[in-house]
Every structure is written in C-alpha cells, then in structure tokens.
C-alpha cells in the first residue's frame, strides 16, 4: 500500500494498493516423451513467463548432462537431441528444465525416457545338429533402432558358416523387427562339442543374444559299414540274427523300414535295429530301405538300401539217418511199421 499524507496536518492521507506479481512459467508440453537414440530432435512448446516486466525469458538446460548420455539441448531454443546410442540395458531418464532468466527460481519441467537398443531370440534359443547338416531356424529380433541399421550374425570359429553367405559373419539390415538365417554345421565334427551364434545390433554393438547350437559328429552306419550293403544271408525255417548299428547323433535311435520289405518271418525291432525271426517262404532275395533318426531336436535322416538272400534249406533224412537197411521182412508175415522222416 502507499500512502500519501499532508505534512501539514498528518490526519489527512490518500492510499494506493500495489499488487506485485510473482513471475510464474507455464508447463512444458510435451510433459513426457518416449525416444530412441538417434531419434529426430524433439521440440517442446510452453515456458511461457507472465508477469517477466524485463522479457528476459527463459534458459534450457537437461539433466543428466550431455557428457553423461543426456543427449544435447539448445539453451536458447529448448530443441533437445537424444544421444547417437543410449547406454545400458535399462531406460534413461532425462529431465528438461526452463528456468526463467530473470527469477531463476522459477522453472518448468519435463521428462524424456531414452530406450536402449535391445536384441533378443526369438522362440528357440537352442539346437543340436550333427555335422554336415544346414538348419534354418535362427531368429533375432531388435528393438529401439531408430536407424534401421540391422543385425550382424557371427559364428564362433570353427562353428559352421551361414547359408546365404558361405562365411562365418551375415550382416541382415532393414526395418526388422525379426531377422531369420540359415546356417550350415561344420562338415565334420570329431566329438559333441558346443559353439554360439551371436546376433549383434549393427547401430550398438554392444546390445547382443547368443543362440547355442550342440554339434555331434555325423551319423554314419556301423554295422554294415556302407548305406549299400547284402547282410549275411538267411536260411528258410531257420532263426536268423542281424544288427543294423548307426553311429553318431543324439540319444536313442529309431529305425524304420521305408521302403521295400524284409524276407517273410522276419522282422525289425526298431529301438535297437535288431532284424530277427526264421524266414518262412523259400530261396530269394529282399532289397528294403531303412531310414534312421535320433533324439536331436532337429534329426537329420540316415538312410540305407540292404539285401537280405534267403536260401532254401535242402531236404535231407532225419529218419533213417543217412544210408541204411530198413528192417527185414518175412512173407506172409507182419512187420513193424516203420516211418521216414525228412528233416
């Protein structure tokens, strides 16, 4: 209030009321805001100062600070840039301050959350493979890469190589977000050994997922030593024994007959491979396929074409023994029934 009073004679005043107006700053808009690295600057609208008699303004500023991956804003303007990369794992949060020039008290705020790039599998984290064989079932997936930059696949050493490329290392690029590749085991593989298949984000090579691939030498056939083969031969109504034996690969094997048929009487105990039984009808042969697969969670299929030769067993006397005289008879008198039996 102010007061005017007669020197003269002090009873006699007139007043004013003053009204001071604290400076107050409107809210940022956006008040939250959700960016990438290397996203397009974002601007912000607000900051709007009343009661600023001087129109000093207002000053940006962010925090963290640009040195510690706040990303960067012009002071004047309040444009604010997100970092090329947003490091870590986790979400930052970036805080935008305009504060008045004249009463730097007086702020309005904002948040801005800045994504990581992330790289993950997709369903299947893991196969096991025998040697020689290709599998296509490789999936990564990124997110929070503004610049569509892609993904690089590599195999460690010695692991295999990819389908599309015949090397160890496939970069795959676009807007994704899943990115598929082939890849070929090794020819050989001396014993079960494990080996990883990195996917890296092109733009942050630091933001990874690793697929496990188990690799176990070939599967190749045992017993007999070729996938073309004539097994021991067989004899009618005679019990007759084979072993078909597949080595390599995962587990337990199954064998199956895929084509053609074994001699009558026999059959094949597909856990083990076992061909057993007494054939039953006479001389031939049987040429019949058997397919193998085992417990790996993407089998590969052995295959193998065999013949069996079954030989008549030949007649011969269980009764009388070889060559000899049968009972003698007299005329006119009986004899004692005597009966032939061949073997």
């Known amino acids: ?30 008040a939250t805001v959700s960016l990438n690295g290397g996203a397009a600057p974002q601007a912000f609208t607000g900051a709007t100062l009343t009661y600023d008699g001087s129109n000093s303004g207002v000053t940006w500023s962010i925090s963290p600070t640009t040195a510690n991956g706040g990303g960067s804003i012009v002071s004047t303007s309040g444009a604010y840039t997100a970092p090329a990369v947003v490091a870590g794992t986790s979400p930052v949060t970036v805080t935008v301050t305009a504060t008045s020039v004249k009463d730097n008290t007086k702020t309005a705020t904002a948040t801005i959350t800045l994504n990581p790039i992330s790289v993950s599998l997709g369903s299947t984290t893991s196969a096991t493979l025998d040697a020689g064989q290709s599998y296509s079932g490789i999936q990564a997936s990124i ?13 460690a050493t010695g692991g295999g190589t990819f389908l599309s490329s015949g090397t160890s290392t496939l970069t795959v690029t676009g807007a994704g977000p899943i990115f598929s590749v082939g890849y070929n085991t090794p020819a050989t593989v001396a014993s079960q050994t494990t080996t990883t298949i ?23 056939w045992s017993t007999p030593s070729s996938s073309t083969a004539t097994l021991t031969g067989a004899n009618t109504n005679t019990a007759y024994s084979y072993t078909l034996v597949a080595a390599g690969g995962t587990g337990t094997k199954s064998y199956t007959i895929t084509t053609g048929t074994l001699p009558a009487g026999l059959t094949v105990n597909s856990s083990i491979g ?12 049987s040429t019949f396929g058997v397919h193998v697969t085992d417990q790996s969670s993407h089998p590969s299929i052995l295959s193998g074409t065999f013949t069996i030769v079954v030989t008549a067993t030949p007649l011969a006397w ?23 039996g061949p073997e």
């Open 1 to 30: 209030m102010v007061t005017a009073a007669s020197v003269k004679d002090p009873t006699k005043t007139a007043t004013a009321v003053i009204t001071l107006q604290p400076i107050t700053i409107s809210a940022l808009n956006p």
């Open 143 to 155: 997110a929070n890469d503004s610049s569509n930059s892609g993904i690089t696949f590599t195999v």
């Open 198 to 220: 990195t996917a890296a984000s092109v733009k942050d090579p630091t933001k990874t997922a690793a697929f496990t691939v188990t690799l176990n030498p070939a599967r190749s």
């Open 274 to 285: 076992a061909i057993t039984g007494s054939p039953t009808e006479g001389a031939g042969s």
């Open 318 to 340: 269980t009764t009388p023994a070889g060559v000899v005289s049968l009972p003698t008879a007299t005329v006119g008198m009986a004899i004692t029934p005597y009966t032939l």
